[in-house]
């Protein structure tokens, strides 16, 4: 069962991810979470949460809010929500709220979700929500990814919140959006950062074995984009791998799909899945990798830490696919050594 996206709450002690409950990339995906007591523990066993987030539909690519009362995600789910709205297209955003930001299940845990609204949501697909909240001027931004005409292929667009509550007109982001498919976006919590996943030129490209694409074209890639300030436009996005090759560190993108890209609430651990060939085979990864993250800037002293040899921490195998968890974990001059996640390997182990 592939993790195939992830939000980590401020703190670190909870994991939100997506996970396929069938054979197929295209079976319905639930969300889960994940916890531990403080961030030295192991994960513990994930749950499936309840049925006000999950629904015989797919529900995916889940992100919680900085106070952790609001969990904002994407559902291909034809029924209408909890005041009766029905979903603009095939698949949309919605979010649910909490009151007790520490529990996800009974009466203080999750409540039933709703759509954003049409200032976000259209017939054409909207997903991967990430909710940007600016302390400086106190404006709340939903960046988000969209198939409606835009630049071509997938955009990233972004609508503010409105003082009434509701989300405005969405705008393309014209600068990080290409005629390819631009995805996942991911803002640092400065909000002078953005990752997001990308199959632009300048990309990877796909090896001659054809695993994950036409052999020699553009696989998925990790991009990355910085801007001055909040209110400055985004700069030219970058490949992950020239930025930290550029200072003297390792190559971060395969050949292969690298995506989802999640920054920790302190900014200093980059979160990713990723597709890496191990032989005739293929590893999900769910990688951490620790990085210097200062001042809005591209780390200046230490560049990202390597992956681990793919398939060294397989969790369970569905042939011909290999999924495998991990993270990098180290001194800030040194993000090398690699720690097994055994929550989630017994887990895995329990569902198949």
Same mark, same amino acid.
């Given at each position: 069962? /592939?993790?195939?996206?992830?939000?980590?709450?401020?703190?670190?002690?909870?994991?939100?991810?997506?996970?396929?409950?069938?054979?197929?990339?295209?079976?319905?995906?639930?969300?889960?979470?994940? !916890?531990?007591?403080?961030?030295?523990?192991?994960?513990?066993?994930?749950?499936?949460?309840?049925?006000?987030?999950?629904?015989?539909?797919?529900?995916?690519?889940?992100?919680?809010?900085?106070?952790?009362?609001?969990?904002?995600?994407?559902?291909?789910?034809?029924? &209408?929500?909890?005041?009766?709205?029905?979903?603009?297209?095939?698949?949309?955003?919605?979010?649910?709220?909490? +009151?007790?930001?520490?529990?996800?299940?009974?009466?203080?845990?999750? +409540?039933?979700?709703?759509?954003?609204?049409?200032?976000?949501?259209?017939?054409?697909?909207?997903?991967?929500?990430?909710?940007?909240?600016?302390? #400086?001027?106190?404006?709340?931004?939903?960046?988000?990814?969209?198939?409606?005409?835009? #630049?071509?292929?997938?955009?990233?667009?972004?609508?503010?919140?409105? %003082?009434?509550?509701?989300?405005?007109?969405? +705008?393309?982001?014209?600068?990080?959006?290409?005629?390819?498919?631009?995805?996942?976006?991911?803002?640092?919590?400065?909000?002078?950062?953005?990752?997001?996943?990308?199959?632009? %030129?300048?990309?990877? /490209?796909?090896?001659?074995?054809?695993?994950?694409?036409?052999?020699?074209? /553009?696989?998925?890639?990790?991009?990355?984009?910085?801007?001055?300030?909040?209110?400055?436009?985004?700069?030219?996005?970058?490949?992950?791998?020239?930025?930290?090759?550029?200072?003297?560190? /390792?190559?971060?993108?395969?050949?292969?799909?690298?995506?989802?890209?999640?920054?920790?609430?302190?900014?200093?651990?980059?979160?990713?899945?990723?597709?890496?060939?191990?032989?005739?085979?293929?590893?999900?990864?769910?990688?951490? !990798? !620790?990085?210097?993250?200062?001042?809005?800037?591209?780390?200046?002293?230490?560049?990202?830490?390597?992956? &681990?040899?793919?398939?060294?921490?397989?969790?369970?195998?569905?042939? &011909? !696919?290999?999924?495998?968890?991990?993270?990098?974990?180290?001194?800030?001059?040194?993000?090398?050594?690699?720690?097994?996640?055994?929550?989630?390997?017994?887990?895995?182990?329990?569902?198949?």
């Amino acid at each position: 069962m /592939p993790i195939t996206n992830h939000s980590s709450h401020k703190g670190g002690l909870s994991l939100y991810f997506s996970v396929l409950e069938g054979p197929t990339q295209n079976s319905p995906q639930d969300i889960w979470v994940a !916890k531990r007591s403080s961030v030295s523990d192991n994960w513990g066993t994930p749950q499936r949460l309840g049925p006000e987030i999950n629904t015989p539909a797919t529900e995916g690519q889940p992100f919680v809010t900085v106070n952790g009362h609001w969990m904002y995600f994407n559902s291909n789910r034809k029924t &209408p929500d909890a005041n009766g709205v029905l979903p603009f297209g095939g698949n949309d955003i919605y979010v649910s709220h909490r +009151q007790n930001k520490r529990e996800d299940f009974g009466p203080g845990g999750w +409540q039933e979700a709703v759509n954003v609204g049409p200032g976000v949501n259209t017939t054409s697909g909207e997903a991967a929500p990430f909710v940007f909240e600016d302390e #400086m001027t106190g404006v709340t931004t939903l960046y988000f990814q969209s198939g409606r005409p835009g #630049m071509g292929g997938v955009d990233i667009y972004a609508s503010t919140r409105q %003082p009434e509550g509701t989300f405005g007109p969405a +705008q393309l982001v014209l600068e990080v959006s290409s005629p390819y498919n631009d995805q996942h976006p991911s803002i640092s919590r400065d909000g002078l950062q953005m990752y997001f996943a990308s199959d632009r %030129p300048g990309s990877t /490209p796909n090896p001659d074995s054809g695993i994950s694409g036409p052999p020699g074209q /553009p696989s998925v890639d990790i991009w990355v984009s910085t801007r001055a300030s909040t209110s400055d436009p985004w700069g030219t996005p970058a490949n992950l791998n020239a930025v930290n090759q550029a200072l003297n560190g /390792p190559v971060i993108n395969s050949p292969f799909s690298d995506g989802s890209p999640s920054l920790s609430f302190d900014g200093t651990e980059l979160y990713f899945h990723s597709a890496q060939a191990a032989g005739v085979e293929q590893n999900h990864a769910l990688g951490r !990798k !620790k990085f210097q993250n200062r001042g809005g800037q591209i780390p200046q002293q230490n560049a990202l830490a390597p992956s &681990p040899p793919a398939g060294s921490l397989i969790v369970s195998r569905i042939s &011909p !696919k290999t999924l495998s968890l991990w993270l990098a974990r180290g001194r800030r001059s040194d993000y090398s050594r690699t720690q097994r996640l055994p929550g989630f390997s017994a887990w895995l182990a329990w569902q198949l």
